[in-house]
C-alpha cells in the first residue's frame, strides 16, 4: 500500500464574511479577514490518493490526478474570487477550513470518473493558506 | 559596506484592469488577471538596505527598518485590495511592477524619518509574487 | 473533523550534557553537541490540533492558539539558553526530543484556559531542528 | 512514543520502460519518463523511526541511522543511473515507488544490525521525486 | 528600470566526462560525476530580464518569455540525457556551467523574436543544479 | 566570466553584548539578543566565487572550495558559542554583520592556499541568520 501526494498551486481572493451575523460580529470572528474588499492568497493544495502498486509500477496515475484536479480546483478557483466566482461559496463562508472541505467534496464526487477501478481511493486535502496555516481533511470525513 | 536583507510577507487582493482600454484590449493584456473579481496572492516583500557597521557591529537597525515597513507598507496593504483599498493604485494598475515601485517610493520618501544619518540607505525593493515571479526595483531609479 | 497546524519559529541555544554521566560518556553520546559552551538553532514548531467545524468556518480559533503558543513556548524559550534559562531543563538534557515533550505538556496543561470547550483538542507537536532533522510527539502519548 | 525524521538527498538517473511491454505500450504509459537515454532527480528521502525516549534523551541514535543510510541508499543509488547500476532494478522499473520500497526493503532488512534493541523501530519511508510529488511507505506493509 | 525574474525546473541526466582525456584524469576530475551511466538532477532555471515598464505596468511580457523557454530549453532539455540527448553537449562537457552558458546563448539569439522592441533585456541566467550549488551568468558575458 | 555559490550551514549560539558599555546601554542597543545567557542559529552561509570556465567546464573547484570553508568555517565554528569559543570574538561583538566580516576575512586570507592560479576569486558571503534576516558582504570591501 502506498500514499502518494501532488502538490498543486492556485491564487485566488476571499472574504471572510458571514451574511448572518452583523458587521460587529463579523469583524469581532474574522479581524482583518472581514475587511470589506477581500484579500488573497497563493494556496498550495496537497491531493494524496493511496493503493497498491500496478503492474507498470505506479499507485496512481499522475496524469488522470492533474486532469482531474485542473477542471475542479484551478479552473473554476485559480484567479478568481472565491465569494463571488464559485457558487459553493454563496452561502458559505470561504475560510480554508471550508475550502478544503469544497475541494475534498469536489474530489470524491468526480473520482469515480477519473479512477474507475477500486484503487487508489482519496485520502485526504491539505491546503496551505500561508506558509504558516496549514488546513488538512480526510476524504472519508466528507459526506 | 554592508547589504543587510530583511523579509516581509502579506497576503493582498488585486485585479489588473486599466480603465482607459476596453475590456477586450484589458483581457488580451492581463489574460486571467483580469478576471472582474480579481484574485490575490501572499506577497514576499524583501527590503535591502547598504551602509558601513556602527560601533555595535551593526549596519541597520532592525527596528526601525521594521516600524518603517509596517506603517508604510504592511498595515495599509495588508489583508487588503489593493485596486480598491490603497489610494495609489486608483488610477495605476496594480501589477507587482507598480505595487514594487510604489512600496519603494514610500519608504524612500519616509527613509530619513526613520534613518536620519547619513547611512544606510535604502537600496532595493524585491517582491515575489509568487514562488516563481520576482520583480525588483533599485531605489536610486525611482523618483 | 479538521486537523489545524500553525507554523511558529525560536531561536534558543543549549547544550546536550548529563550531570549524572562523566564527561567522557557524554562527550560519546552527544558529539559535538556537548561542547562546553553550546550552540543553537533556529527551532521551527509545529502545533497541531483537530476538531470539527464550528458555525463560522473554522475549527481553531487561531488567535488563542497563538496567544497561548506566545505565552507557553516563545516568550520563556525564545532568545534563551534552555539549559541556563528554563527551569524545566535542570534536570533534563534539552535534546529536541525533550524540548517537544516540553511544549506539548505545556499546552496540554494550560489547553482548557485557551479552549474551554470540548473542541479543539491539542493533536501533536512538532519540532524541525534542523532542515533536516524533525521530531514529534502525539498530546495523548504525554502525561 | 516518538517519532524522528532525518532528511537525505541523492542525486540519480533513470529510464521508466518495462521490457516486457512494447515500445508503444511503455511511451503510452510512461509519457516523457520513457525517452530512451533516461532523465534524473535530486531525490530527497525522509527516514522516519520511532520509539520511546531513552535515558540519554534520544529516540533514535542518529549516528547509527546515518551509517546505514549511507551504507544502504546514499552510496549504492547517489550518482548512479538506477537502471545500469543497481541490481535491483534490473527487473524491475524504477519508478519512484518501485525506489521507495527498495529503501524501506533495504533499511528494513538492516535494521537490527544498526538498532539491535527493541527500539526504535523503522516507520516508513518518503521519497520527493520534485517538489511536487511525493511517495511514501509504510515499513510494516513491506515485506 | 526593472528587473523580472521567472523561475522554470526540468529534470534531466548527464555525465561529466571529458572525450579528450583519459579515463583516470576524468575521475580525478570530475569524481561520482563521471560515474559511465550518469546521473541527474531537478534543475531550477532562473531567467532575469529587465526594461523599463510599458503603459500596462508590466516590464517584461511573462507569455513570451514563457515561450521562449519553453522552446528553447525545457522542452530539449527537459526529461532528457544531455551528453545523448542535446546536440550542443556532444563535444562540451555538460557541466551546469556549460549548461547556463547554452541556456544563455539560445535565449539571446532567440531573444528579438520574442521580443522585437528595443526592451526588455536578457539580463542573467541562473541555475541551481542542487540546494546547495547555484550557477549565474550575465547575458552580455556570453557571445 | 561566472559566478558560483556554495551553500553551507552550522549551528552556533551567540550573545549579542559589547564589554566597553553599559548593562542598560546593551540592552537598549541589543533586546533580547542581549540577554545573559545568550541564543542560537542555524546559520546559512553562501561563498560566491568568480572566474573563467576552464578546459574542464568549471570555474571553481568545488571540492577545494569545501575543503577551505570546512576548515576556516565550519569546524571553528559549527557547533560552537561564537563569544566563548572563536578567539576572533573576544572583542568584538558577534552580530551576523560581523560573523560575515570574520568568514569573508578568513576566506580571502587563506584563498591563495586554496586557489593558486589567478581564478577563481572570491566574490561575496552571504549569511542568512534566519529565514527573514540576511547579510552580505562583498570581497573587495574587506581588507
Known amino acids: 500500500m502506498f500514499r502518494v501526494t501532488r502538490r498543486y498551486r492556485f491564487a485566488a481572493s476571499h472574504r471572510l464574511h458571514c451574511a448572518q451575523l452583523s458587521d460587529e460580529r463579523n469583524q469581532q470572528l474574522y479581524g482583518k479577514c472581514n475587511n470589506p474588499y477581500g484579500h488573497g492568497h497563493n494556496y498550495e493544495v496537497e491531493v494524496s490518493a493511496w ?16 486532469e482531474l ?34 475541494i475534498c467534496r469536489r474530489l470524491k464526487e468526480n473520482w469515480s470518473g477519473a479512477f474507475p477501478g477500486e484503487w487508489p481511493k482519496l485520502d485526504r486535502v491539505r491546503i496551505a493558506e500561508t506558509a504558516r496555516n496549514i488546513f488538512e481533511v480526510k476524504a472519508h470525513e466528507i459526506e
Open 51 to 66: 493503493g497498491p502498486l500496478n503492474a507498470s509500477g505506479r499507485a496512481v496515475d499522475a496524469e488522470r490526478l492533474d
Open 69 to 102: 484536479v485542473n477542471r475542479q480546483v484551478l479552473e473554476p478557483f485559480g484567479h478568481r474570487n472565491l465569494n463571488a466566482d464559485v457558487k459553493s461559496f454563496e452561502h458559505v463562508v470561504p475560510t480554508s477550513e471550508n475550502l478544503a472541505v469544497e
